[in-house]
């Protein structure tokens, strides 16, 4: 038996319909390239595949704050 995910729902981030990541990529194309540090990377993949389910990305200052 698995665990239940926390927070009562697993995430799922990723564009998995073919018309939506046509979409995503295109959008994409626009924004500025960034570098991300190893540790940052890492996060990303952890959003992206559940691991900090139920968090649906990163924390902006007003959220800090």
Known sequence: MA???HG???KDLLARDAARQG???L???A????VLKE?????LELLLNGGFSPL???MTQRDYE
């Not at 924004?31 to 960034?34: G, R």
């Open 8 to 10: 009562g729902v697993l």
């Open 56 to 58: 649906e990305g990163f």
């Open 3 to 5: 665990n239940s995910p």
């Open 23 to 25: 979409a995503l990529k």
């Open 31 to 34: 924004l500025p390239s960034i």
């Open 39 to 43: 540790r940052n990377l890492c996060d």
């Open 27 to 29: 959008s994409a194309a």
